[in-house]
């Protein structure tokens, strides 16, 4: 086309032409060309190897994936349960290298290289953990969606309590070794809410799992 035939109408329309384009991706290939949103998202993933219940994983994830909808939605693990999403009842409850964290709260792309334990890999429908076998005994549940979270906390908090780490309720910061009273347990488990309120039950369980009771 020379310049003489150069219109601001033909200008203004091969502009449009260009910008269809472009969206529909006709000219994704083009030099300087825009991504295309599904290919900038694509691009924006990362990835993510971490160990859940003992075998390992590698997940190309969105880096705004928490650890509890990696497990849930990538690797079908839904017995941890997502309850307000604000890490305030507990029900998602996990160990992350042996710590219990509300896997809500935390970014999978936080947990790489970790260790993560669900419910599904403390025990068995054959061998339950200890604390699962307490928990069936003593009739520490009623619905039973807060009790996977329930039961990973009470693992971790026991833990706590074997290394000496102290709460709002240890009379003696100071002692060599901490006793696992029932007080120790209430205060360490207040962030994990049963709103069937089986807490008798959830404490004379855990008092059981840590062998203080015969159950």
Do not use: W
Not at 4 to 17: C, D
């Amino acid at each position: 086309m020379s310049d003489s035939h150069l219109t601001r109408r033909g200008i203004l329309g091969t502009g449009v032409a260009l910008t269809a384009l472009r969206r529909t991706g006709a000219l994704a290939d083009e030099p300087g060309a825009a991504e295309s949103p599904r290919a900038s998202q694509e691009s924006a993933m990362i990835d993510v190897a971490i160990t859940v219940n003992g075998a390992q994983h590698r997940l190309g994830l969105d880096p705004r994936t928490s650890l509890l909808d990696a497990l849930r939605n990538h690797l079908g693990l839904t017995a941890t349960k997502k309850g307000c999403d604000h890490g305030q009842c507990g029900a998602c409850t996990v160990l992350v290298d042996g710590v219990r964290r509300n896997s809500c709260l935390n970014l999978a792309v936080a947990c790489d290289g970790r260790e993560i334990v669900t419910i599904e890999g403390l025990g068995s429908e054959q061998t339950l953990h200890p604390m699962q076998a307490a928990f069936v005994a003593h009739d520490a549940f009623q619905c039973g969606y807060c009790t996977p979270g329930q039961i990973c906390s009470a693992v971790g908090m026991l833990s706590e309590i074997e290394r000496g780490l102290p709460s709002a309720a240890t009379a003696d910061i100071a002692a060599d070794t901490m006793q696992v009273a029932e007080s120790e347990i209430r205060e360490r488990m207040s962030g994990n809410i049963c709103r069937c309120a089986a807490y008798p039950n959830i404490v004379a369980a855990i008092l059981e799992a840590a062998g203080k009771t015969t159950g």
